[in-house]
T-cell receptor, first 116, second 113 residues
Framework: GAVVSQHPSWVICKSGTSVKIECRSL??????MFWYRQFPKQSLMLMAT?????????EQGVEKDKFLINHASLTLSTLTVTSAHPEDSSFYIC????????????FGPGTRLTVL | SQQGEEDPQALSIQEGENATMNCSYK?????LQWYRQNSGRGLVHLIL???NEREKHSGRLRVTLDTSKKSSSLLITASRAADTASYFC????WGGGADGLTFGKGTHLIIQP
């Protein structure tokens, strides 16, 4: 149990376009989902926390207008990278937590975004 | 902010040997977790140790936590080639799981056959 999926696994897009990444909890209801990004050979950095039905909370330095997060249901959160630029190229990973796993987060497999 | 710091940054050992990685953190924590990441892949949760625990075992893994020193170690015994990966510690903040995890920089482990 506690499986989290992401779609797509990888995406290549042109500079200036917007890209949507989906994060789904397959067998549980995720009250909270988190979005992380990881640059090559670096660690994961928390971008934002989203709770179902409310606005996401962004970490300092993360532009909320550029990285739009929607958590419309208990099983789906989306991250939209708007007007993507090459510097947005990164590995984006989501994780999900549900009410009864207070401290444990379940991670998706990640989405590799390359902006040309 | 980046709280956890792992050392060493990279480690190469022979198959069958034990591998030890250390993690230090700065603020009070509720728990500390270790994850493995194979190149270009997602994270695999290895073990969670709570702030009131000192040691935990899971198969070939042994984790210790010293809250007075704000440090943790991960020991992998009898290493295998398949253990080659990056290992990250991550801390959960005191106050619960409402916040995301803070990850360390990671240790890249290479097991030579």
């Amino acid at each position: 149990g506690a499986v989290v999926s992401q779609h797509p696994s990888w995406v290549i897009c042109k500079s200036g376009t917007s890209v949507k990444i989906e994060c789904r909890s397959l067998d549980f209801q995720a009250t909270t989902m988190f979005w992380y990004r990881q640059f090559p050979k670096q660690s994961l950095m928390l971008m934002a926390t989203s709770n179902e039905g409310s606005k996401a909370t962004y970490e300092q330095g993360v532009e909320k207008d550029k990285f739009l997060i929607n958590h419309a249901s208990l099983t789906l959160s989306t991250l939209t990278v708007t007007s993507a630029h090459p510097e947005d190229s990164s590995f984006y990973i989501c994780s999900a937590r549900y009410l009864y796993t207070y401290n444990e987060q379940f991670f998706g497999p990640g989405t590799r975004l390359t902006v040309l | 902010s980046q709280q956890g710091e792992e050392d060493p940054q990279a480690l190469s050992i022979q198959e069958g040997e034990n591998a030890t990685m250390n993690c230090s953190y700065k603020t009070s924590i509720n728990n500390l977790q270790w994850y493995r990441q194979n190149s270009g892949r997602g994270l695999v949760h290895l073990i969670l140790i709570r702030s009131n625990e000192r040691e935990k075992h899971s198969g070939r893994l042994r984790v210790t936590l010293d809250t007075s020193k704000k440090s943790s170690s991960l020991l992998i015994t009898a290493s295998r080639a398949a253990d080659t990966a990056s290992y990250f510690c991550a801390t959960g903040p005191w106050g619960g799981g409402a916040d995301g995890l803070t990850f360390g920089k990671g240790t890249h482990l290479i097991i030579q056959p």
